[in-house]
């Protein structure tokens, strides 16, 4: 073949010019199995009310961690209140599409500085996600973040989006309601902390989704927040293609100062 010393020395020069292309292919091709490893730790979380139609309602997303009886999420997926009176309950939803196994939940640890909550759950233990250490990610690396970005309307089926760590930026707590602008949230709003900004396309769902190695499924953020250009509603109309992800070593430090096994 008279091309082949031609091919031979394209690819080697390749190798060494373009490094990045072979790490890119190699997460891409990585990416099915790990989506198919971590799933089943991927969880929908809201309320569960037997009489009320539909009895289910999801809120955000969550992912199991420590001995797989615990999910994290963020601390805004929670409801503000609970109807007690007619047995509504904070519930994390397993399992795929009609097969679901719905499970009481309770929130054990919070930490509003950086919008994380974590849930106790009743029943057997699922499969849990281990967390890496987000001090290591950097600009321009790529990750995935699997959930449910539009609530019930895929039912129990979650999604899976990849974007590049765009710029690892100050920024302010969100406000989970305007009437807890009070001295403490104030004060928090002067000392913003690091988030990863991603150019990939999220939804209000999405929130406390894992962000993770393509590679290995270790966990270095949790989807947080969309950039809305207007309305809430804009953002699945029209989303911006830019989130946020909390860097996983706050979610680590809560586990740690609750106690929790990671």
């Known amino acids: 073949m008279k091309n082949a010393p031609l091919l031979f020395l394209f690819g080697l020069l390749s190798s060494f010019l373009f490094p990045d292309l072979r790490t890119f292919s190699a997460e891409t091709q990585a990416l099915p199995d790990t989506v198919d490893r971590i799933k089943p730790a991927i969880v ?9 139609r539909p009895p ?5 997303t969550g992912f199991v961690v420590g001995n797989g009886l615990y999910v994290a999420t963020n601390f805004h997926v929670l409801p503000d209140k609970i109807d007690i009176d007619k047995r509504e309950y904070v519930a994390v939803f397993a399992g795929k599409g009609e097969v679901t196994d ?10 509003l500085d950086h919008d994380l909550a974590v849930l106790r759950i009743t029943g057997s233990p699922l499969p849990a996600l281990s967390l890496g250490d987000s001090s290591r990610v950097r600009e321009g690396e790529s990750y995935a973040f699997t959930g449910f970005p539009i609530g ?11 974007g590049t760590i765009s710029a690892i930026t100050p920024i302010a707590i969100p406000q989970i309601s305007a009437q807890q602008l009070e001295k403490k949230v104030l004060a928090r709003l002067t000392a913003p902390y690091d988030v990863f900004q991603l150019d990939a396309t999220a939804y209000p769902g999405n929130s406390g989704s894992p962000l993770y190695d393509p590679a290995t499924g270790q966990v270095v953020g949790i989807l947080n927040k969309v950039f809305v250009q207007s309305t809430k509603e804009s953002a699945i109309e029209k989303p911006s293609g830019i989130s946020y992800a909390i860097p996983v070593n706050h979610l680590r430090e809560l586990l740690k100062k609750s106690g929790i096994d990671r």
């Open 102 to 111: 719905i499970r009481e939940a309770t929130k054990v640890a919070e930490d």
């Open 56 to 60: 289910g309602i999801f809120r955000g």
């Open 44 to 52: 929908a979380v809201g309320t569960y009310q037997k009489t009320r």
């Open 152 to 162: 019930m309307v895929l039912g129990l089926h979650s999604a899976t989006h990849r």
